[in-house]
């Protein structure tokens, strides 16, 4: 199976920082990754899928970036709305694709 | 505005079949490209994508849990459903029915609002 690791685990920034959650696979998944944002007692949202395709709607201070096996997700600057959950997902094989998740937390 | 409802028992005993079914209005599944499918999320813990369907009937499941796991559609009522048998207390979790983006079975666009099944006797 592949694994899906992201760090940090936690993140501590203030609003108006430029933020980077990097997401490594355990081989290489070549750009088939998305990102997502979930906020306490919600649904996740997805942000970025085929590594750096922005979704519809999503700011355009998030991007992604990476292929094979290192990805990165960056937040240009940190704004209030943005202090959730973010969790990275494979689509390379049918398993358990997700990441273990990354808290931004507000400094 | 394509919408998604979970529903069913929010309780189920160990050993017994949890059964869900999503309730899909602002589109139709019938002859749709996408897959449907279910992510599951327990308590306090990370995401686990359990698997989808297509409305031909074509199914992706997680190896993990293929062997509990059934997903079927019903087009003529818009809904499609998760059957997961011989549950315990590790199968606890908020449920959330998804549509995925095109042409991916994994990557979930749309979601519902999830629900919490407990898994007590």
């Known amino acids: 199976d592949i694994q899906m690791t992201q760090s940090p685990s936690t993140l501590s920034a203030s609003v108006g920082d430029r933020v980077t959650i990097t997401c490594r696979a355990s081989q290489s998944i070549n750009r088939w990754l998305a990102w997502y944002q979930q906020k306490p007692g919600k649904a996740p949202k997805l942000l970025i899928y085929?590594?750096?395709s922005l979704e519809s709607g999503v700011p355009s201070r998030f991007s992604g970036s990476g292929s094979g096996t290192e990805f990165t997700l960056t937040i240009s600057s940190l704004q209030p709305d943005d202090f959730a959950t973010y969790y990275c997902?494979?689509?390379?094989?049918?398993?358990?694709?997700f990441g273990q998740g990354t808290k931004l937390e507000i400094k | 505005q394509l919408q998604l409802q979970e529903s069913g028992p929010r309780l189920v005993k160990p050993s017994e079949t949890l059964s869900l079914t999503c309730t899909v209005s602002g589109g139709s599944i019938s002859g749709s490209s996408y897959y449907w499918g279910w992510i599951r999320q327990p308590p306090g813990k990370g995401l686990e994508w359990i698997g989808s369907?297509?409305?031909?009937?074509?199914?992706k499941y997680n190896p993990s849990l293929k062997s509990r796991v059934t997903i079927s559609v019903d087009a003529s009522k818009n809904q499609f459903s998760l059957k997961l048998s011989s549950v315990t207390a590790a199968d606890t979790s908020v449920y959330y029915c998804?549509?995925?983006?095109?042409?991916?079975?994994?990557?979930?666009?749309?979601w519902g609002q999830g629900t919490l099944v407990t898994v007590s006797s």
């Open positions: 369907i297509s409305y031909s009937g074509s199914t």
């Open positions: 998804a549509r995925h983006i095109e042409g991916s079975a994994i990557i979930a666009r749309h």
């Open positions: 085929e590594a750096s």
């Open positions: 997902q494979h689509y390379e094989t049918y398993t358990n694709t």
